[in-house]
């Protein structure tokens, strides 16, 4: 039987929860009850419901499959990793090399058609993978690390979208760990693809720089999942970790880890199993039409 004392619980100590709440939400000022998300897109969490608020609803939301990042060093090696990684539910892999490789060599033995692949290169390299493959895909890439707004992102957005007329457009960018920045964004760019490019489909991939910030791998694989969830349920199609440049069982470890967590997580927490799950909330759908009316009208 569980004894009752008298004994106190230490007062909280404001300074440290002060801190930890600053490292939380990502800001140091708590003077004001809004967040400056970008420019003009503000969030208010006292803010009252108001129903003039539009809910929105997205047609084609995709399933996020976590995918690696591939440094060519050795074809050969690469060819093992990847048949290697397969196994444990690789489903989208992005190549990155300065020099034209043998194709042949790095996918022998492997059914591309199972997988998506991205090809990070020159102009002679995306050539050699076309002509490979007998299909191209035109792909756009900005790095958020640059601090680029989201503003001046979906204008550059828009401008590519409009110079192409392929019936499927790849988007690339980089993400933060701030869910509020990343889900509103991402579905206002996937609304406003679908309401004025209808006949057209949007893959979007997201670039995760966690490796460039944190050096113990344990803490980026705990964080990378929280990323990867968030790029769930903001509509993403593909998210791409740590670039992997050896192919050392130690490091081909760390990126197995990397597939087994997210695709655990995305199973046991069942957000696969609905289409745009945060449609209706209040704070999503405030921000997210903060960011269509603001950034892409």
Same mark, same amino acid.
């Given at each position: 039987?569980?004894?009752?004392?008298?004994?106190?619980?230490?007062?909280?100590? +404001?300074?440290?929860?002060?801190?930890?709440?600053?490292?939380?939400?990502?800001?140091?000022?708590?003077?004001?009850?809004?967040? *400056?998300?970008?420019?003009?897109?503000?969030?208010?969490? @006292?803010?009252?419901?108001?129903?003039?608020?539009?809910?929105?609803? !997205?047609?084609?939301?995709?399933?996020?499959?976590?995918?690696?990042?591939?440094?060519?060093?050795?074809?050969?090696?690469?060819?093992?990793?990847?048949?290697?990684?397969?196994?444990?539910?690789?489903?989208? *892999?992005?190549?990155?090399?300065?020099?034209?490789?043998?194709?042949?060599?790095?996918?022998?033995?492997?059914?591309?058609?199972?997988?998506?692949?991205?090809?990070?290169?020159?102009?002679? *390299?995306?050539?050699?993978?076309?002509? +490979?493959?007998?299909?191209?895909?035109?792909?756009?890439?900005?790095?958020?690390?640059?601090?680029?707004?989201?503003?001046?992102?979906?204008?550059?957005? #828009?401008? +590519?979208?409009?110079?192409?007329?392929?019936?499927?457009?790849?988007?690339?960018?980089?993400?933060?760990?701030?869910?509020?920045?990343? !889900?509103?964004?991402?579905?206002?760019? =996937?609304?406003?693809?679908?309401?004025?490019?209808?006949? =057209?489909?949007?893959?979007?991939?997201?670039?995760?720089?966690?490796?460039?910030?944190?050096?113990?791998?344990?803490?980026?694989? !705990?964080?990378?999942?929280?990323?990867?969830?968030?790029?769930?349920?903001?509509? @993403?199609?593909?998210?791409?970790?740590?670039? *992997?440049?050896?192919?050392?069982?130690?490091?081909?470890?760390?990126? =197995?880890?990397?597939?087994?967590?997210?695709?655990?997580?995305?199973?046991?927490? =069942?957000?696969?199993?609905? #289409?745009?799950?945060?449609?209706?909330?209040?704070?999503?759908?405030?921000?997210?039409?903060?960011?269509?009316? #603001?950034?892409?009208?």
């Amino acid at each position: 039987m569980l004894k009752l004392t008298e004994e106190k619980w230490p007062e909280p100590e +404001f300074g440290k929860w002060t801190e930890k709440l600053k490292k939380e939400l990502k800001t140091e000022d708590f003077s004001s009850k809004t967040k *400056v998300l970008d420019f003009d897109v503000q969030f208010n969490a @006292f803010q009252a419901h108001s129903s003039s608020i539009p809910t929105y609803n !997205i047609k084609h939301f995709p399933r996020l499959s976590v995918g690696l990042n591939f440094v060519i060093t050795n074809e050969e090696d690469l060819n093992t990793a990847l048949k290697k990684l397969l196994q444990f539910d690789l489903q989208t *892999v992005k190549i990155t090399t300065d020099q034209k490789p043998n194709w042949e060599v790095i996918f022998t033995d492997v059914y591309l058609d199972m997988i998506n692949v991205n090809i990070d290169g020159s102009n002679e *390299v995306r050539e050699s993978w076309e002509q +490979f493959r007998g299909k191209s895909t035109p792909r756009w890439s900005y790095d958020l690390s640059d601090n680029l707004k989201y503003s001046e992102l979906s204008y550059c957005l #828009k401008r +590519f979208f409009a110079e192409t007329n392929d019936d499927s457009v790849t988007a690339e960018i980089g993400v933060s760990e701030n869910l509020l920045e990343i !889900i509103p964004f991402a579905r206002a760019l =996937r609304i406003y693809f679908e309401q004025t490019y209808p006949d =057209r489909s949007l893959i979007l991939s997201a670039i995760s720089h966690l490796h460039e910030t944190i050096s113990n791998e344990n803490d980026q694989l !705990i964080r990378s999942g929280s990323q990867a969830m968030f790029c769930h349920l903001a509509g @993403f199609n593909h998210i791409y970790f740590k670039p *992997v440049t050896n192919y050392d069982s130690s490091s081909l470890n760390h990126s =197995r880890l990397l597939l087994n967590i997210q695709n655990l997580m995305a199973l046991e927490s =069942r957000v696969l199993d609905v #289409k745009d799950a945060l449609s209706g909330s209040d704070v999503i759908d405030d921000l997210t039409q903060q960011y269509l009316s #603001k950034y892409f009208q």
